[in-house]
C-alpha cells in the first residue's frame, strides 16, 4: 500500500488534507452515514448538522477523490470508499469501547483478536454513526488535536519521553501537559518518572489509527508518490 513510509509521515505530508478534510467532523458524519447506504443530498445535509454550502464542499472532494459517487437515488460509496470507511468504523468502535475499560483492558490482555471480534461486531447492534456521536469528543480529541495523534504514533516505538518527542516537534505539533494528563485519564497511556508507554488498549487505539491513516492515504491522497491504488 504505502510501502515503507510511516503513518507518522503520511500525516505530516498530508496534513492539511486530512485534517481540514477527512478528519472534519463534516466529513466523519457524511462517509459513516453512507455506510449505511446511498442518501439524496437533502439527507446528508441533515446528517452532517450543517448547512447545504458548507457541506458541498466535502461532497465534491469526495466524488473527485474517488471515495464516493452519484447515483440515481443520491450519493453513496465506491469500493475504495468502503475501505476508507471500514477503517473508520474499526477506529470509531475502539474508541467506543475504550470507554468501558473494564471490558476492552480485560480482553486485550487475554487475546486482541477477541477484541476485534467485537468492533466487527458492534455496527450490527448500533450503527456506527450512532457510535461516532456517542463518543463524539474522544474522537475528535484523538484525531483532531495535532499533538496527540503524532505522541500516539510516537509511542508505538515503544517507551519514549516527552522530551524525546519535543525535540522531534515542535509549533502545532507540540503536545500540552493536560492533554497527556487527559491520554492517561483515558487510559490510553502510562507515564513512569518523565517517560510515557502506550497501554493495551492505547495500543490497540494507536494501531487503528496508523491503520486508518495508512488507507485513507493509500486510497484518498494522490500527493505522495505511489500513494493512489490503481485497480
Not at 461532497?59 to 469500493?79: E, F, K, P
Not at 476485534?116 to 483532531?144: C, H, K, M, Q, W
Not at 487527559?182 to 517517560?195: C, K, N
Request: proline share 3%.
Amino acid at each position: 500500500m504505502t510501502g515503507a513510509i510511516s503513518a507518522t509521515e503520511l500525516y505530516q505530508n498530508n496534513r492539511s488534507t486530512f485534517q481540514s478534510h477527512y478528519f472534519s467532523h463534516a466529513c466523519l458524519m457524511i462517509l459513516l452515514s453512507l455506510h449505511e447506504g446511498e442518501k439524496p443530498l437533502p439527507r446528508i445535509w441533515d446528517i452532517a448538522d450543517t448547512i447545504s454550502l458548507s457541506v458541498l464542499p466535502y461532497i465534491r472532494r469526495c466524488v473527485q477523490d474517488g471515495i464516493i459517487a452519484r447515483g440515481s437515488g443520491g450519493y453513496h460509496l465506491t469500493a475504495c470508499g468502503r475501505e476508507v470507511t471500514d477503517s473508520l468504523i474499526r477506529f470509531v468502535a475502539a474508541v467506543g469501547l475504550m470507554n468501558q475499560e473494564e471490558i476492552l483492558g480485560d480482553m486485550l490482555e487475554e487475546d486482541e483478536r477477541r477484541v476485534a471480534a467485537v468492533e466487527e461486531d458492534l455496527p450490527e447492534s448500533i450503527t456506527p454513526l450512532e457510535v461516532y456521536e456517542d463518543n463524539r469528543s474522544d474522537v475528535r480529541f484523538l484525531i483532531g488535536n495535532e499533538g496527540v495523534l503524532l505522541f500516539l504514533l510516537f509511542l508505538q516505538q515503544g517507551q519514549r519521553s516527552e522530551r524525546a518527542y519535543r525535540r522531534l516537534y515542535g509549533g502545532t505539533e507540540a503536545v500540552k501537559e493536560h492533554d497527556l494528563a487527559s491520554l492517561v485519564t483515558m487510559g490510553l497511556i502510562a507515564e513512569r518518572r518523565d517517560f510515557y508507554t502506550l497501554t493495551a488498549v492505547g495500543r490497540r487505539v494507536a494501531g487503528l489509527l496508523a491503520g486508518l491513516i495508512e488507507t485513507a492515504a493509500s486510497v484518498c491522497v494522490p500527493a505522495l508518490p505511489g500513494n493512489r491504488r490503481t485497480e
